[in-house]
């Protein structure tokens, strides 16, 4: 069995002793916005005069908790796992099976008291405590995934990749990974599809009139494409990406923008490298995720929480943080 060490806990303002507690309008605001209530999530963008008063919030809004543990193994393939339960199925799971042998940093967060949860955070945690080892590529997966090849196999693919290579795809062979995101424009079709859907997605519609929201990742999968006029198309790391540690060396402040919440962290980036000067690599390696089997499924009231996240990508692009100066069919492409 592997070593497993404890390695740090950082301690959500939420669950700090009664004399210490302090409770302020972001904490107010932000249990409305964590709610499984439909209505206090609706209260919750009611208190917000624009996107610029809402992001202001996500800005300010703390990051939570952060438990790591460390599994000793292959530093040169060292892998970063985001998990709500280090001890649960997904975690072991990816201990003994997926990734055994290599080194493992699991970032355990979003657990029953954690009410700050912020993934981007834990993933930038869990690479940087990665770089400690000297590897050679970074791996950061969700822990919901499903074993297809071996870690011979992903090790064999990785020794025919370039050095210079700055981000892996692999094969794309889940819904949410190595995949792609359909940057698009709000539509009539849409508009009316989601009139009659019900009461949150008439409120959101609302809400994306009200927060200036011009664009919106669209899904790339039948039937839900139909509903969108598409913009850009960018393929994306999502449940399962690889990264050089040249790369994230020259990224030390985080590969992932921390003020999304839970949500487009990695369409941002995938934008992002597209107007840098990153390279691209494609490997015969295949993994499967579990789609919502740590944090959920696409409920109505989660769908509701990311509309956080379209307000901040629109506020990027406006700022010209994310430029929209690409082709309409602008997406890496392999011959894999």
């Given at each position: 069995?592997n ?6 806990r ?6 700090l002793d ?5 409770y ?33 919030w996500?800005?300010e ?9 460390e599994?000793d ?42 009410f ?10 869990g690479v ?6 000297e ?47 359909i940057?698009?424009?709000r ?48 393929r ?13 060396m ?29 390279t ?48 309409s069919?602008h997406?890496?492409t392999?011959?894999?």
């Amino acid at each position: 069995m592997n070593e497993v060490k404890l390695m740090s806990r950082l301690r959500c303002p939420l669950i700090l002793d009664s004399k210490d507690f302090s409770y302020s309008l972001v904490d107010y605001r932000n249990s409305r916005f964590t709610s499984q209530n439909p209505d206090k999530i609706i209260d919750f963008y009611d208190s917000f005069k624009n996107r610029d008063d809402l992001i202001e919030w996500m800005k300010e809004r703390p990051k939570g908790v952060a438990n790591i543990y460390e599994v000793d193994g292959d530093n040169e393939i060292t892998v970063v796992v985001p998990t709500a339960d280090f001890n649960g199925k997904y975690a072991k799971e990816c201990r003994e099976n997926i990734f055994k042998g290599l080194r493992m940093i699991f970032v355990e967060s979003g657990g029953r008291e954690d009410f700050y949860f912020n993934f981007a955070h834990n993933c930038n945690i869990g690479v940087k405590k990665a770089l400690e080892y000297e590897p050679e590529w970074i791996v950061v997966s969700n822990d919901d995934m499903q074993l297809v090849d071996s870690v011979e196999d992903l090790k064999n693919a990785l020794l025919k990749i370039d050095k210079m290579v700055d981000v892996i795809f692999c094969l794309p062979t889940a819904k949410y990974h190595s995949t792609y995101a359909i940057i698009s424009n709000r539509t009539a079709r849409r508009n009316t599809f989601l009139t009659f859907s019900g009461k949150l997605d008439r409120k959101r519609l609302e809400l994306e009139k009200k927060f200036s929201v011009q664009y919106i990742v669209g899904s790339n999968l039948f039937p839900y494409r139909l509903f969108y006029s598409r913009r850009y198309k960018l393929r994306y790391t999502g449940s399962f990406g690889i990264f050089s540690a040249s790369f994230v060396m020259a990224h030390l402040d985080g590969i992932f923008d921390e003020t999304y919440i839970n949500g487009a962290e990695d369409i941002d980036l995938s934008w992002r490298l597209i107007h840098s000067d990153a390279t691209y690599g494609f490997i015969n390696y295949r993994i499967k995720d579990i789609i919502g089997g740590t944090i959920g499924s696409y409920s109505s009231t989660r769908k509701m929480r990311g509309l956080v996240n379209d307000c901040y990508l629109n506020h990027k692009i406006e700022k010209g943080e994310l430029k929209l100066n690409l082709s309409s069919t602008h997406y890496i492409t392999t011959d894999l």
